[in-house]
């Protein structure tokens, strides 16, 4: 794959293509890789799940959670998002892309 922008954290890192297809990589105990499936990890790019396109995506240190903004005027978020910082009126872990609430 190549990548024309990273967004790096600990414990993990993802990118965007050109097109703006997104994939994640490192530990994913909470779902901040976007696959769908918690627990996972991976050494390699794995591809976010859900078939959106983001224009950029900006990953939450350390509270192992990742945002991204497509090119509508709306936010998704995955992964842990214990204070609520994922924009979706919850606190609990989210596997994949979960449409912020409010827009």
């Known amino acids: ?12 890192a993802c990118a965007l293509t050109a097109p703006g297809e997104a994939s994640c990589w490192g530990q994913g105990t909470y779902g901040q890789l976007g696959t769908g499936v918690a627990p996972t990890a991976s050494t390699v790019p ?14 939450g240190t350390p509270s192992a959670h990742t945002c991204g903004v497509p090119p509508d005027p709306v936010t998704y978020c995955w992964g842990y998002t214990p204070y609520g910082q994922g924009g979706v009126g919850a606190t609990t872990k989210r596997p994949g892309p979960t449409r912020g609430s409010g827009q």
């Open 46 to 59: 794995v591809a976010v799940t859900g078939g959106l396109t983001f224009l950029a995506l900006s990953v």
């Open 1 to 12: 794959l190549t990548f024309a922008a990273v967004a790096a954290g600990c414990p993990h």
